[in-house]
């Protein structure tokens, strides 16, 4: 229903707006004209519903992939603290037991709640995340991320909710524990586990098209630049200090923070 031009010498009350009505006879269309003053509650009313509706949108499902290096040669090492926040995660959080391949959601996953129940930060993730670490080598992880991502959106097509993708992973440029949000699409920063998901994602066409979260935590860098230095730093085994560090409640709260304030 659209508001006819009117010229500046028209008053309120000349102003009227018509919409058509067919008849059952003839099939003709008859004009039916409606007043602004009739008009502008509907109008009035229609705009609050409207803003109801957008901020009473539930927030959207997660799916956060972590990326590591699975076999035992790699595990524990620096560059596998995505895998290790992960599992911090799950434990904090109390989901089913996590293990690579399989992907696993909260008893709590999917529930309808208004959006302004008390719920805590925790209690939020729960509701809305399912976690999955990546059984490949870090390097070439964009294809298996992929292909779970997808699996994922099959059987949560019917919870009529947006879904987000969100990877996490480890962060040389980032203090030991801090943890770092960026959007997806930008620079990897030489990191190929982020690039190999990219590149996944681009190889989907308009599909692969949507956003995406990463979460960097922090495992700091070499004093070197050179690439055998920060390819020896990544791969060695955490220290007992470091291992205390990125499974610690700390970096665990930080990562359920930053996935609360996804779609809030």
Same mark, same amino acid.
């Given at each position: 229903?659209?508001?006819?031009?009117?010229?500046?010498?028209?008053?309120?009350?000349?102003?009227?707006?018509?919409?058509?009505?067919?008849?059952?006879?003839?099939?003709?269309?008859?004009?039916? &004209?409606?007043?602004?003053?009739?008009?502008?509650?509907?109008?009035?009313?229609?705009?609050?519903?409207?803003?109801?509706?957008?901020?009473?949108?539930?927030?959207?499902?997660?799916?956060?992939?972590?990326?590591?290096?699975?076999?035992?040669?790699?595990? #524990?090492?620096?560059?596998?603290?995505?895998?290790?926040?992960?599992?911090?995660?799950?434990?904090?959080?109390?989901?089913?037991?996590?293990?690579?391949?399989?992907?696993?959601? #909260?008893?709590?996953?999917?529930?309808?709640?208004?959006?302004?129940?008390?719920?805590?930060?925790?209690?939020?993730?729960?509701?809305?995340?399912?976690?999955?670490?990546?059984?490949?080598?870090?390097?070439?992880?964009?294809?298996?991320?992929?292909?779970?991502?997808?699996?994922?959106?099959?059987?949560?097509?019917?919870?009529?909710?947006?879904?987000?993708?969100?990877?996490? #992973?480890? &962060?040389?440029?980032?203090?030991?524990?801090?943890?770092?949000?960026?959007?997806?699409?930008?620079?990897?920063?030489? #990191?190929?586990?982020?690039?190999?998901?990219?590149?996944?994602?681009?190889?989907?066409?308009?599909?692969?098209?949507?956003?995406?979260?990463?979460?960097?935590?922090?495992?700091?860098?070499?004093?070197?630049?050179?690439?055998?230095?920060?390819?020896?730093?990544?791969?060695?085994?955490?220290?007992?200090?470091?291992? %205390?560090?990125? %499974?610690?409640?700390?970096?665990?709260?930080?990562?359920?923070?930053?996935?609360?304030?996804?779609?809030?």
């Amino acid at each position: 229903m659209g508001r006819r031009k009117t010229s500046p010498r028209e008053s309120a009350e000349d102003r009227q707006i018509s919409r058509p009505r067919q008849t059952k006879q003839e099939g003709a269309l008859n004009e039916v &004209e409606i007043s602004t003053t009739q008009l502008t509650p509907l109008l009035r009313d229609a705009t609050l519903l409207s803003v109801q509706q957008y901020t009473m949108a539930p927030k959207p499902l997660l799916f956060v992939a972590s990326l590591g290096n699975p076999t035992s040669t790699y595990a #524990h090492t620096l560059h596998s603290a995505g895998h290790t926040a992960l599992k911090s995660l799950a434990l904090r959080l109390r989901y089913p037991s996590l293990s690579p391949r399989s992907s696993v959601s #909260h008893p709590s996953f999917g529930r309808s709640l208004p959006p302004d129940s008390d719920l805590s930060p925790s209690e939020d993730v729960a509701s809305r995340a399912t976690l999955w670490m990546s059984p490949v080598l870090m390097n070439v992880s964009g294809p298996a991320v992929i292909r779970a991502w997808k699996s994922w959106l099959a059987t949560t097509e019917d919870k009529g909710r947006e879904r987000k993708l969100v990877i996490v #992973h480890d &962060e040389l440029e980032a203090a030991l524990g801090a943890v770092k949000v960026r959007a997806g699409s930008l620079s990897a920063r030489g #990191h190929n586990g982020i690039k190999s998901v990219q590149g996944a994602l681009k190889g989907m066409g308009a599909a692969g098209r949507q956003e995406f979260f990463r979460i960097g935590v922090g495992i700091s860098r070499p004093a070197g630049r050179e690439k055998d230095e920060v390819s020896n730093w990544v791969l060695r085994k955490m220290t007992p200090n470091e291992a %205390e560090v990125l %499974e610690g409640e700390e970096v665990t709260g930080r990562v359920v923070d930053v996935l609360s304030r996804i779609g809030a």
